[in-house]
């Protein structure tokens, strides 16, 4: 019997040493091996686990929260942080325990999130940031008694921690305007060597789900560790408009367009061609991102994957059209709170249109003639939100970054757009994108049927807006361009 195990366990082996590498029966999936020099995390992934810092429980993923503090405490000389947001206290404790070492620690947020939220009012606060401030009061309650002591709040205040341990922080109010369209990007630069950025924000509800809904799991987020300084010297010179001399110097900032962001730069990340491009640039600039995305999806000849938060830009549109017509296969999936907005251009992929609250159609709106197949939403968690803004061309190509697919990431943010052109790196996002499709809706599913008849009943055809009056950029009423971008486009979303 002994004889009969040895010669069975040999044949195994022998079978073993073909193409494909074996691996014990109900092993998880093999790793996937990465180009050198760079790392790639998915908070949502099912093949790995982590312990959540918010409820202490397991749940699937890559912890993004921990990859940035990593990163952080690696760092000898400098850190430069830009990012829309950042209130996750762990965070803000590893950076102020480098400044302390004497690294040099410089931080940019967006204005509307650069005010610690325990020296806000309730009562001076709108709807959406009164949401906020209680979600991070929420965050900032440690021992979940429902109230939030003075210790929990100084504790649990990440700008308050920078502010206090003299962290220098500005905002893209430092130029002297009352902030660009939103300083949207996210990365960390370490020792002018490392960057760290992606679609997440540095939020509990960008990685990790809400501190007070445990049915949340975190915006569907993903993050890129990239070595390089070749790289990392691109990331710098970006930051370094934005930062001038410092808070405490002139008004010499520059944010938007003032930055006269230039073309995308080609740099290698060990034997990786990356392309960089900081936005925003003029509509009449070729250089602009939406450009940049139309052209390389142009180029598709198989096979175009796409996972995106927003998507309002009606050239795409036509590119995926054409794509459509030439037999390239499509996967497009879109946040589900996003996709039935009236100016979203995944109603012009299924070949619908949506009037506005005002019974007003997006002017030079064109829904295809025949809808596009293969586009619908993901099944997520109540709350949670489709936050990435990812492409995969040919399985060769990764665009990723803080980008949406709109205007006004093109236009008037501080955004950052990446073409990585890797095919080992995009076999990972296609995994990602395999995870998302598996029970995805696709097509005009029963809530969107109701939302279409309930809008054909209230404004029957709609009336087509005019080019004068049409909606800004991120789908806002021009006449409210004013307000945060965050606070009108994104209204539904969480920090």
């Given at each position: 019997m002994r004889g009969w195990s040895l010669v069975m366990l040999a044949i195994a082996l022998l079978q073993g040493c073909g193409s494909q590498a074996g691996r014990l029966v109900g092993a998880g999936p093999a790793e996937l091996p990465l180009p050198a020099g760079i790392e790639v995390a998915f908070n949502h992934r099912a093949d790995r686990h982590y312990t959540s810092p918010i409820h202490a429980e397991a749940r699937n993923g890559d912890n993004l929260e921990a990859m940035l503090v990593?990163?952080?405490?690696?760092?000898?000389?400098?850190?430069?942080?830009?990012?829309?947001?950042?209130?996750?206290?762990?965070?803000?404790?590893?950076?102020?325990?480098?400044?302390?070492r004497g690294v040099s620690v410089k931080v940019v947020l967006e204005n509307t999130y650069s005010t610690p939220w325990s020296e806000q009012h309730e009562a001076e606060l709108d709807g959406h940031a009164?949401?906020?401030?209680?979600?991070?009061?929420?965050?900032?309650?440690?021992?979940?008694?429902?109230?939030?002591?003075?210790?929990?709040?100084?504790?649990?205040?990440?700008?308050?921690?920078?502010?206090a341990a003299g962290v220098p922080v500005l905002d893209d109010t430092a130029d002297g305007s009352k902030g660009s369209g939103l300083m949207h990007s996210k990365y960390v630069v370490v020792d002018r060597q490392l960057v760290i950025t992606g679609s997440a924000n540095f939020t509990a509800s960008c990685i990790h789900g809400d501190a007070a809904d445990r049915r949340t799991r975190g915006n569907v987020n993903h993050l890129l560790r990239l070595d390089s300084p070749e790289l990392a010297e691109l990331f710098a010179d970006d930051f370094s408009r934005m930062w001038g001399d410092g808070p405490a110097g002139q008004s010499d900032s520059r944010f938007g367009l003032a930055k006269q962001s230039g073309p995308a730069t080609r740099v290698m990340v060990g034997t990786t061609p990356v392309e960089v491009l900081f936005a925003p640039h003029r509509p009449s600039d070729p250089n602009n991102g939406l450009n940049l995305i139309g052209s390389t999806l142009a180029a598709a000849q198989q096979r175009v994957d796409m996972a995106l938060f927003v998507f309002s830009a009606q050239a795409l549109t036509d590119v995926i059209a054409?794509?459509?017509?030439?037999?390239?296969?499509?996967?497009?999936?879109?946040?589900?709170?996003?996709?039935?907005?009236?100016?979203?251009?995944?109603?012009?992929?299924?070949?619908?249109?949506?009037?506005?609250?005002?019974?007003?159609?997006?002017?030079?709106?064109?829904?295809?003639?025949?809808?596009?197949?293969?586009?619908?939403?993901?099944?997520?968690?109540?709350?949670?939100?489709?936050?990435h803004k990812l492409a995969i061309v040919d399985g060769r190509t990764v665009i990723t970054g803080s980008f949406n697919w709109s205007p006004s990431a093109a236009h008037q943010n501080d955004e950052v757009l990446?073409?990585?052109?890797?095919?080992?790196?995009?076999?990972?996002?296609t995994r990602e994108m395999d995870r998302l499709w598996k029970g995805a809706d696709l097509g005009i599913n029963a809530a969107l049927e109701r939302k279409l008849l309930e809008n054909r009943r209230r404004c029957g055809s709609g009336v087509q807006r005019s080019e004068g009056s049409r909606t800004s950029p991120t789908g806002n009423p021009a006449t409210m361009s004013g307000l945060s971008a965050h606070n009108l486009s994104q209204s539904n979303s969480r920090p």
């Amino acid at each position: 019997m002994r004889g009969w195990s040895l010669v069975m366990l040999a044949i195994a082996l022998l079978q073993g040493c073909g193409s494909q590498a074996g691996r014990l029966v109900g092993a998880g999936p093999a790793e996937l091996p990465l180009p050198a020099g760079i790392e790639v995390a998915f908070n949502h992934r099912a093949d790995r686990h982590y312990t959540s810092p918010i409820h202490a429980e397991a749940r699937n993923g890559d912890n993004l929260e921990a990859m940035l503090v990593r990163g952080i405490d690696a760092a000898e000389e400098d850190i430069l942080v830009a990012v829309q947001e950042l209130s996750l206290p762990a965070i803000a404790e590893a950076l102020v325990r480098q400044h302390r070492r004497g690294v040099s620690v410089k931080v940019v947020l967006e204005n509307t999130y650069s005010t610690p939220w325990s020296e806000q009012h309730e009562a001076e606060l709108d709807g959406h940031a009164r949401q906020r401030r209680q979600l991070l009061m929420e965050l900032a309650d440690r021992n979940r008694d429902g109230m939030v002591s003075l210790e929990e709040q100084q504790r649990g205040d990440a700008v308050a921690l920078l502010r206090a341990a003299g962290v220098p922080v500005l905002d893209d109010t430092a130029d002297g305007s009352k902030g660009s369209g939103l300083m949207h990007s996210k990365y960390v630069v370490v020792d002018r060597q490392l960057v760290i950025t992606g679609s997440a924000n540095f939020t509990a509800s960008c990685i990790h789900g809400d501190a007070a809904d445990r049915r949340t799991r975190g915006n569907v987020n993903h993050l890129l560790r990239l070595d390089s300084p070749e790289l990392a010297e691109l990331f710098a010179d970006d930051f370094s408009r934005m930062w001038g001399d410092g808070p405490a110097g002139q008004s010499d900032s520059r944010f938007g367009l003032a930055k006269q962001s230039g073309p995308a730069t080609r740099v290698m990340v060990g034997t990786t061609p990356v392309e960089v491009l900081f936005a925003p640039h003029r509509p009449s600039d070729p250089n602009n991102g939406l450009n940049l995305i139309g052209s390389t999806l142009a180029a598709a000849q198989q096979r175009v994957d796409m996972a995106l938060f927003v998507f309002s830009a009606q050239a795409l549109t036509d590119v995926i059209a054409g794509l459509q017509a030439r037999g390239v296969q499509l996967r497009l999936l879109a946040d589900p709170g996003f996709a039935s907005r009236s100016f979203s251009e995944v109603l012009d992929l299924l070949g619908v249109a949506l009037a506005d609250r005002h019974c007003k159609l997006e002017a030079g709106n064109q829904p295809l003639q025949q809808a596009a197949e293969g586009v619908g939403i993901p099944r997520l968690a109540r709350g949670d939100k489709l936050h990435h803004k990812l492409a995969i061309v040919d399985g060769r190509t990764v665009i990723t970054g803080s980008f949406n697919w709109s205007p006004s990431a093109a236009h008037q943010n501080d955004e950052v757009l990446l073409l990585i052109h890797s095919p080992l790196l995009a076999a990972h996002f296609t995994r990602e994108m395999d995870r998302l499709w598996k029970g995805a809706d696709l097509g005009i599913n029963a809530a969107l049927e109701r939302k279409l008849l309930e809008n054909r009943r209230r404004c029957g055809s709609g009336v087509q807006r005019s080019e004068g009056s049409r909606t800004s950029p991120t789908g806002n009423p021009a006449t409210m361009s004013g307000l945060s971008a965050h606070n009108l486009s994104q209204s539904n979303s969480r920090p």
